[in-house]
């Protein structure tokens, strides 16, 4: 039988479940790195949305008064 130190999960030995914990992490990281690129991308969007917005409303005002 084996030792406690060199048994993991359901006979296992522990260096294959220390090994995959690192990648896991990884993707982890990597989800929620692209969650918050994914966000700031989203809010930069928004603000050119509304400085093309503000764009147009102030040509449409620059318009109205030349003519």
Do not use: W, Y
């Not at 296992?12 to 090994?19: F, G």
């Not at 993707?27 to 994914?38: G, N, P, R, V, Y």
């Amino acid at each position: 039988m084996m030792s406690e130190d060199t048994c993991g999960v359901l006979g296992r030995p522990k260096v294959q479940l220390e090994t995959k914990q690192p990648t896991i992490l990884a993707l982890s990281l990597a989800t929620f790195a692209q969650h918050i690129k994914d966000a700031l991308d989203a809010v930069f969007q928004h603000i050119k949305d509304a400085i093309d917005a503000r764009n147009m409303l102030f040509s449409s005002i620059s318009n109205q008064h030349m003519t």
